[in-house]
């Protein structure tokens, strides 16, 4: 194979893992911080790597736009380009497409749109992306698919499942097979059952390194995610990783790797770095907030971030307030950590078998809340 | 005395020296980074220090109309609230009361002025601003003074720089002496050497720990400024520091420098980090021209910092073009890291008497500019 997977440990349907890869190696469950275009925004590739952060995740919708692929490739790849030599996964772009550029028409051979930099026409096919992140050098690339928003009618998203399965035959047909590189397929559905385990079945007639599940956190609520959670991971192969694309929440990720999910990527703490908000074990505090003005306290007790180590509360709700840039560099700092360390307690509850009290504590955090937020 | 300074060796009018506070020392010839609201924009403290800058600026107008320096006294001054354990000097106010505040009116006690966050009307006055300074547990504190814009008349600067006078009495008798802390004069005068000169005298009478020179930079032009430094450093005493306040380009400081001027600080490496110039030893870069769209080499051949060290030309050519906040930090890091190159440059040429070779070389190296620029 040309990606390894090693699991490690299970814990009901939990899964401690291993993912080897020419670039390193990724502890799962892992959490992918996102680098649109080139750099997680805001940071430092050393400071993201000093997160814990194992692995990255490109955009292939972006980096082809500008600086393009052939550059990338030029320069070397993307991990010479952006110096970040751990691993990469790139999208296949499909997403993208769909919610940023300008016109667009879908047929069976790919998908025509126009840049939302500047106009220009493109045309994407499932062989095009899979090239393009070959020459990113990525080392999990991503069959090109299409993504319906739900809720979505049985029809709608049965005919886009099954062209996405074509396309994902396509993808893997064009993928170049070498070592420590991988291509993991999508499974498509929706919120419907049947269609999820048509989309594994066929996925698995492919054969992928990885599995990601795809048409989630696009509108329709963490209730009816884990309801689809709940049967969708078990439909892919067990001895391979799995990945939900997008996800989320911290409190989307515990109750996804409950049920058996290894992977995830959201631009979640990258953004809300830049719009004030913190991620902490108590959970959101926003640093915006008037109450911190005079606060010594650090942001979060116990996180080993430059932020909380280094920084009161005040001094950060000052740098908001002078729209410092500074400020936005801290708090994306903090934030990656935090998702880092809630994987890192995730990795060692499935170890240590004490995933339950782990869960638990989660949520009593949570629910708790950073007491004077609410005063 | 309350700052100690010693000579370690002169060469022609330059000086190699050592200024002691009670957060450290400054080897001068020395360059004081800009952090104006607390924070050297887009870099976190321990990178400043790691360009090798033992000193910043903080501005005394912004800090107190935001966060307060009653705040930042309560946080334990401003080393502990900004995480910068080094010396700090603040500077008065007066000129960032003169250049950037609302309505403003100057009498004999000080100036009433309107912030420029949210029009509050403040009174900042010799005493008042030495305080301000004294909560900011500023290292080097300096005298409230005017400053006049060049070109002006005879009896323009004479009235303004005699009133400054007068402040500069006021101020040093506000100041509260402590060891490690000290206050600086500021000699004013414009392009009269006259003036200068009175200036100088009425300083000396008053006494102070250093003694900055004031009223340049501001729009006089290199070549009358190089004229005032011809006599004016020499009338302040030999045994004190002499700080040439908001200069400058590279060239500015290398010509200060040869004129016996030991300190200085400028927003020029700070803001063209924002605005994609680059300083080298080759003379100024943009980073955005398109000729860097593919250029594989580093930024500036032998320069140590994290931008030449590991990124080429195109991918900061790509980061800026995608309006990415990693450019600004990367560039700005570069900018301080290359101010501190300089200064590095001259204290060892002072200390091995080779100063004119060194200044030679500096200018050569700056007509020859970054070749390809020029293509």
Not at 146 to 173: G, N, Q
Request: aromatic residues 8%.
């Amino acid at each position: 194979m040309a990606l390894k997977f090693d699991i490690l440990k299970t814990s009901g349907k939990s899964r401690r893992g291993q993912l080897h890869t020419k670039h390193g190696t990724i502890n799962t469950p892992a959490f992918m911080p996102v680098g649109t275009c080139g750099t997680v925004k805001a940071m430092m590739p050393e400071s993201v790597a000093a997160t814990g952060a194992e692995i990255l995740l490109g955009n292939t919708y972006h980096l082809m736009l500008r600086p393009g692929a052939d550059l990338v490739e030029k320069m070397g790849g993307l991990h010479k380009f952006m110096n970040w030599n751990k691993p990469i996964l790139t999208d296949s772009g499909g997403f993208q497409v769909m919610s940023l550029s300008g016109l667009r028409k879908i047929g069976e051979d790919g998908v025509k749109f126009s840049s939302h930099i500047d106009g220009k026409k493109y045309f994407l096919t499932p062989e095009e992306s899979i090239k393009i992140q070959h020459k990113l050098d990525s080392n999990i690339t991503m069959c090109f698919d299409e993504c319906v928003k739900l809720p979505a009618s049985h029809d709608v998203v049965k005919k886009s499942m099954e062209m996405s399965m074509r396309w994902a035959k396509r993808s893997k047909e064009a993928f170049v097979d070498r070592d420590g590189y991988g291509i993991f397929g999508i499974q498509q559905g929706g919120d419907y059952e049947d269609l999820r385990r048509y989309s594994a079945e066929k996925l698995k007639e492919i054969g992928f390194d990885g599995y990601a599940i795809g048409g989630l956190a696009v509108g329709e609520g963490q209730e009816t995610m884990f309801k689809v959670l709940d049967y969708a991971p078990q439909m892919l192969p067990e001895d391979k990783p799995r990945y939900l694309m997008g996800v989320g929440r911290p409190d989307d990720i515990v109750g996804a790797v409950l049920r058996g999910v290894d992977m995830f990527d959201c631009v979640m703490p990258t953004r809300s770095g830049r719009t004030s908000q913190a991620f902490t074990h108590l959970g959101t505090i926003n640093i915006r907030n008037a109450r911190h003005k005079e606060d010594y306290r650090p942001l979060e007790e116990g996180c080993d971030c430059p932020l909380c180590t280094n920084y009161s509360r005040a001094y950060i709700h000052h740098l908001q307030k002078a729209n410092e840039v500074l400020a936005v560099m801290l708090l994306t700092w903090h934030n990656i950590r935090y998702y880092q360390r809630l994987m890192e307690g995730l990795r060692g509850a499935i170890e240590n078998d004490t995933l339950s009290n782990f869960v638990e504590q989660f949520y009593a955090d949570q629910q708790k809340g950073d007491i004077e937020e609410l005063v």
